[in-house]
Every structure is written in structure tokens, then in C-alpha cells.
């Protein structure tokens, strides 16, 4: 299958186990979301998938267009189109976007073509400001150092440009949404949409329903107690939203 499948996947962290035999499939193409209230296992899902050592898997596989990624080292994962957005993303003062894109460009390639000698400047500047462009950025953001000062909505702006440069083939997108205003929710969505292709499966996961109205997921998943135990389509979102969890059993 092209895209992401989990099988039986089972985590643990700190010896206590959060995810309890997650089975879930995003087809490449697909917008696929994961809800759940606080603490019911979505982040360590996505870290889990991403390779993150804190997370132990005791049982099941992870499987990216085929080929199960659980052996690998998360940059491993990264080179075989694993993408992860982060809640929270972490500053770095002193590195710029651009160089920090331009290091990741230059690892993602030489992983493909040991022999590779990086993207000349000229050529990177291109790419970067061609993708800035299509996503309405400020081509000055590339000049700042990474997510030092930015707002909500511009840490997120740039994890999309992130996105955009790699072009990943599966992107887990966990909560993107936290912590944006309405007007920058929007942003981010419409920069997410921007890159949706047919080759591009994407999993987002979510407390609310809201950035769902802009992303319009193929399938809604919801997360109790470390298990998906409901899915359905984008109806599902907007009955959670309007009843909450209670009425969902684990």
C-alpha cells in the first residue's frame, strides 16, 4: 500500500503503556484526522511513528509505502518521506530558515546520492522563495533565525515551509492547530492545501474541529484511552464538536 499503515502498534513510555493495538491506514492522496480529548495517546502516536526515543514500541509495525519503518532512526525515517509538524516547535537563535532548510535539502539528498555535494545557493534561494511564494509568505522570514520570536502563526507558516521544501510522501501534522487565532488557522490550512497531491498522504491530529472545516479530511478518526474506536467521515467531526467525547466508548 502507498502511504501509511500502522498494524497492532503498541507504546510504551516510562514502562507505563499509552497506545494499546493502534490499527489505521492513510492511503497516499488521502487527508486522514485523529481525535481525542487531553492525554489519550495522539502526540505519542505521532512521535512514535517519528522514531522518538522517549516512545517504546513493544509490539506491532509501522509501515511506510511498504516498507515497515520501525528499525529506523528518525532522520532515517525523514529520508523515506516521514515528515512530522510539531506542536510546539523548538527556536534555535543563531540559525536562520534558510540555513536550516538548506541543511535539511542537503541530509534528504545525500541520503538518496552518498556522492551528492549539496544545492548551490543560487539554486536554493529559487526553490525557497518559489515555495515561499506559493504559500504567501514574506521572503524575509527566510533571513530570521528559526522560530526565535516568532508568533503562534509563524512558527506553523514555517513548519508548512518545512513541508513544502522536503515534499514529503506521508506528513503527520500533530496539532498544528494549538495555539492560533482564527485568522492564522486559516493561513496555515489554506498553505496545507496548497500542497495536497495525489502522492501526498497526511494525518493531522487534533482537539478540535475548526482547522477540519478548512482541511476537509477524507476520513475522521477518534482516539480514547490509547485506541481508535470510531471512524467515519467528516460528520463525525461535527457531531464530536457538538457533544464532546461522552458518548464515545472505549
Do not use: C
Not at 21 to 45: C, F, Q, R, W, Y
Not at 71 to 92: C, D, M, N, T
Not at 153 to 169: C, D, S, T, Y
Amino acid at each position: 500500500m502507498m502511504g501509511l499503515e500502522i498494524k497492532n502498534l503498541y507504546v510504551e513510555v516510562d514502562a507505563t503503556e499509552i497506545l494499546h493495538g493502534i490499527d489505521l491506514k492513510v492511503p497516499a492522496g488521502e487527508v486522514h484526522a485523529i481525535m481525542g480529548p487531553n492525554g489519550t495517546g495522539k502526540s505519542t502516536l505521532a512521535y512514535s511513528l517519528m522514531g522518538h526515543p522517549k516512545y517504546t514500541v513493544t509490539k506491532g509495525d509501522a509501515l511506510l509505502n511498504g516498507e515497515s519503518i520501525m528499525g529506523l532512526a528518525p532522520e532515517e525515517r525523514s529520508h523515506k518521506g516521514l515528515f512530522l509538524a510539531f506542536q510546539y516547535p523548538v527556536a534555535i537563535p543563531g540559525v536562520t530558515v534558510a540555513n536550516f532548510l538548506r541543511t535539511a535539502i542537503n541530509t534528504q539528498r545525500k541520503s538518496v546520492d552518498p556522492d551528492y555535494h549539496g544545492i548551490s545557493i543560487p539554486e536554493f534561494r529559487k526553490l525557497m522563495l518559489e515555495k515561499m511564494e506559493l504559500l504567501d509568505m514574506d521572503p524575509k522570514m527566510g533571513g530570521r533565525y528559526l522560530n526565535d520570536g516568532f508568533s503562534g502563526g509563524e512558527k506553523k507558516r514555517v513548519e508548512i515551509l518545512q513541508m513544502a521544501m522536503l515534499e514529503p510522501n506521508m506528513a503527520v501534522l500533530d496539532e498544528t492547530d494549538s495555539g492560533l487565532d482564527i485568522d492564522a488557522l486559516r493561513i496555515v490550512a489554506q498553505g496545507i492545501n496548497t500542497l495536497k497531491n495525489e502522492k501526498l498522504g497526511i494525518l493531522v491530529i487534533t482537539h478540535y474541529q475548526r482547522i477540519l472545516n478548512y482541511l476537509k479530511p477524507d476520513v475522521v478518526h477518534v482516539m480514547v484511552d490509547g485506541k481508535i474506536v470510531e471512524s467515519g467521515g467528516p460528520d463525525l467531526a461535527l457531531r464530536l464538536e457538538d457533544e464532546g467525547y461522552g458518548w464515545v466508548k472505549a
